[in-house]
């Protein structure tokens, strides 16, 4: 079955600066890559996906690339901003599945 | 706006016990999954169910059982609580986007 491995576990930068998590997928099939983001205290919502046909996305100051070669993706975040503090958990799937495997998660730390 | 509703957000049991996790959503979807959060190990799913009375393994469904007698209800039972399953419990559905997850608030399961 598909296994994804996040990195790193935490990440401390200072606000301004920019932030990138990275994730390493098994099974080629995979077609969906999502990001979910999780406050303290609150429940994970998704905030960014990409799927295999598109190597880039961007949403204001978030974006996600996809290599599938390589088998893996990230995620970046620009001038990161205090509210950006939150844990955040890669996945991903065979949209034929429907079931989602997600990566360990990273601890995000934006030092004022 | 989706809502996925976990019936606790704190439980404390004892060893032995009979435990019954709810989760309840109001979007009429079909898919619905149980996952622990635990860290350093993300979220790992235990159960997820395609429709009424449906139910399939996820990747830790030891100590584990699933009940959906309605739509609506996904229920998640440990049939004698032990301290290993001392964990965060989130609950998750999907609608006609099906790879896009919503998440409930948790339950933050102690067994002593």
């Known amino acids: 079955g598909e296994n994804v491995e996040q990195h790193p576990s935490t990440l401390s930068v200072q606000e301004g600066d920019s932030a990138v998590i990275k994730c390493t997928y098994s099974?080629?099939?995979?077609?969906?890559f999502p990001w979910y983001k999780q406050e303290l205290g609150k429940r994970p919502q998704l905030i960014i996906d990409?799927?295999?046909?598109?190597g880039e996305k961007k949403d204001q100051r978030i974006a996600v690339t996809l290599n599938k070669t390589a088998k893996h993706f990230s995620l970046h975040i620009t001038e990161t901003q205090p509210e950006d503090s939150a844990v955040y958990f890669c996945?991903?799937?065979?949209?034929?599945?429907?079931?989602?495997?997600f990566g360990q998660g990273t601890r995000l730390t934006i030092n004022p | 706006d989706v809502k996925v509703t976990q019936s606790s957000r704190y439980l404390v049991k004892r060893t032995g016990e009979k435990v019954f996790l709810e989760c309840v959503q109001d979007?009429?979807?079909?898919?619905m999954f149980w996952y622990r959060q635990d860290p350093g190990l993300g979220l790992r799913l235990i159960y997820f169910?395609?429709?009424?009375?449906?139910?399939e393994k996820g990747d830790i469904p030891e100590g584990y059982s699933v009940s959906r007698e309605k739509k609506e209800r996904f229920s998640l039972i440990l049939e004698s609580a032990s301290t290993n399953q001392t964990s965060m419990y989130l609950c998750?559905?999907?609608?006609?986007?099906?790879?896009?997850?919503?998440f409930g608030a948790g339950t933050r399961l102690s067994v002593l």
């Open positions: 998750a559905s999907t609608g006609p986007a099906k790879n896009i997850q919503y």
């Open positions: 099974d080629s099939a995979s077609n969906y």
């Open positions: 990409i799927r295999s046909n598109v």
């Open positions: 996945a991903a799937s065979n949209e034929g599945a429907q079931k989602l495997v």
């Open positions: 979007m009429d979807h079909e898919n």
């Open positions: 169910s395609y429709d009424v009375k449906m139910k």
